[in-house]
């Protein structure tokens, strides 16, 4: 029989790895909780069959021993919470960070709403994995043969029992379970899905409302919101479907234990005690018994979802890990500015695309104090190029000169910190204005972009926070004020990638004057456009 573990399995095992050391001491702590509860049974059963013969005067010594046993109990239970919560966070913590990490230094060719999915809502479904699961299974391995041994000491056919009745329940929980795990990656890959398809369409609502679209797009949207509604009920059923099937089990074998004992009791059954008598305190001990022995399974089968969601979670991380990326040149980490009169070439330059593919891009040199467009119709690669020039997209061939020396791994991030970029689309952090726009006194770079009437107009001036989503002020007074920090960065070679795209002509004109103000004050210009006043402004054109 192949034993060799899913690569679902082998992918959660890495996951656990940096904390398997904590995971392995507290689920020895949650086995030994465990192991207290047969000797509070045993206080229990003693004292009632004292209660039976009417002497009381094990009462007292049974309910110190049961409390005692109960806050001990508590105790270790306490304390492997607490290390299984900080390892979960750990965990957490870790994959998180390697998710954002690995995203920013090469972006993979799943969608950034898939990616934010992952990271924020799926992620999570790791922890009860790691508080629950892993305790539950620790238990389960362990106390139901403790709770057999003690069985088969008393009676035989009371410990027969509970080992047919036990091992029933793993049998269709893993049948049970790798539906639960394919309902599990069904559901996960449909919420990643779904939130890619609702960042595709708020992008690109204004045009959905021109082509008057909104209905059809919103219909789209209901009908994949409803398939996630069916995918979480498929999940829902398989997790009722195995708790029926534990408590079925579960409920047989408490009957049938309780039967034996109670015909043993009365005379009728005289056989399977080892040839002795079985007591009151004997009998009751195994009643109190059998329903603990059906607890870890139960406490496994709660949490076999958990087990199974992780499993898709690990698979999927995995498989985010494995996927083609475009690695950046460099460490994305700060650095001084590369030494050299500042200078631009590339020569044969052909990037290289996930998959690769690859792209020819047309020869440049571009010196200090020049300004270039670049231009061609969309997707023919104009923001491709300005990665290439910023060391964000590697090359599959040719070579860029920066500074009269080919740009490497190792200048990659000097050569970046001559530069400023201007993306097409706009990120505010949650900082304010003045934060965001960088230290030292940002009014004259807020009046070259013509934008400091807005800051004015805002209810905090420098000190508003905008937020992720620029709210409080318009698409082309956020572009302005990108611009402003732009300026403010002074950098030597601006790359704008569509500065004026979107917007009203009036904006648009007061972009372009700042731009040629900046040109004239020495700066350098590479800018990626459609807009025929920017391109008119620019001193050359190259077009893809």
């Keep these: 029989m192949d034993r060799t573990p899913s690569p679902s399995a082998l992918a959660a095992r890495r996951i656990e790895t940096p904390v398997r050391a904590q995971l392995s001491r507290a689920s020895a702590l949650a086995v030994l909780a465990g192991l207290i509860w047969p000797l509070q049974a045993a206080a229990i059963a003693w004292a009632i069959a004292g209660w039976v013969g009417g002497d009381l005067d094990h009462t007292a010594p049974a309910a110190g021993l049961f409390l005692l046993g109960a806050v001990i109990r508590a105790a270790l239970d306490w304390r492997a919470g607490g290390i299984l919560f900080r390892a979960g966070d750990a965990v957490l913590g870790q994959q998180r960070a390697a998710l954002i990490a690995r995203e920013l230094a090469a972006r993979g060719p799943a969608p950034s709403a898939a ?113 996630l509604r069916a995918r979480t009920m498929a999940v829902l059923r398989v997790a009722f479907l195995s708790s029926t099937v534990l408590e079925l089990f579960a409920a047989i074998g408490v009957a049938l234990m309780a039967v034996y004992v109670g015909f043993t009791l009365l005379g009728v059954l005289n056989f399977g005690t080892w040839g002795r008598e079985m007591s009151i305190a004997q009998g009751i001990l195994l009643l109190l018994l059998a329903p603990d022995y059906f607890q870890p399974l139960r406490d496994l089968a709660a949490a076999w979802h958990d087990r199974a969601a992780a499993l898709a979670v690990a698979t999927e991380l995995a498989e985010a890990e494995a996927a083609p990326r475009q690695p950046m040149l460099g460490a994305g980490a700060p650095a001084d500015p590369l030494p050299g009169a500042l200078r631009l070439q590339m020569r044969d330059a052909v990037a290289a695309l996930p998959g690769g593919a690859g792209l020819a891009l047309p020869d440049l040199d571009l010196g200090a104090g020049q300004s270039l467009a670049v231009t061609g119709e969309s997707g023919a690669g104009k923001s491709t190029l300005l990665g290439v020039v910023s060391g964000l997209v590697p090359l599959q061939g040719g070579q860029v000169l920066v500074a009269d020396r080919p740009l490497t791994d190792a200048n990659a991030d000097a050569w970046r910190a001559r530069l400023a970029v201007m993306p097409q689309g706009l990120h505010l952090p949650d900082m304010t204005l003045r934060e965001w726009l960088g230290p030292g006194d940002p009014a004259p770079a807020l009046r070259r972009a013509h934008v400091e009437g807005v800051v004015a107009r805002l209810p905090d001036g420098l000190q508003t926070r905008l937020g992720e989503t620029g709210a409080g002020v318009s698409g082309g007074e956020a572009r302005r004020l990108l611009l402003a920090r732009t300026i403010h960065a002074g950098r030597e070679l601006l790359i704008a990638d569509e500065p004026t795209a979107d917007l009203d002509p009036e904006t648009a004109a007061q972009i372009i004057d700042s731009l040629r103000a900046l040109q004239a004050q020495g700066h350098t210009l590479l800018i990626a456009t459609h807009d025929p006043a920017l391109i008119a402004a620019m001193d050359r054109e190259v077009r893809l």
């Design 115 to 227: 990616m934010a999915a992952l990271a924020a809502e799926k992620l999570p479904l790791l922890l009860p994995w790691i508080t629950r699961y892993r305790p539950a299974m620790a238990r389960a391995r362990v106390l139901p043969f403790v709770h057999i041994a003690i069985a088969a000491v008393i009676a035989w056919p009371a410990a027969l029992i509970l080992a047919v009745a036990g091992p029933l329940i793993p049998v269709f929980m893993a049948l049970i379970g790798m539906a639960a795990e394919s309902a599990s990656r069904r559901h996960l890959a449909e919420i990643g899905s779904l939130n890619a398809l609702l960042m595709e369409r708020l992008g690109a609502l204004i045009d959905l409302r021109l082509l008057g679209a909104e209905a059809r797009a919103g219909a789209d949207f209901d009908a994949r919101a409803d398939n």
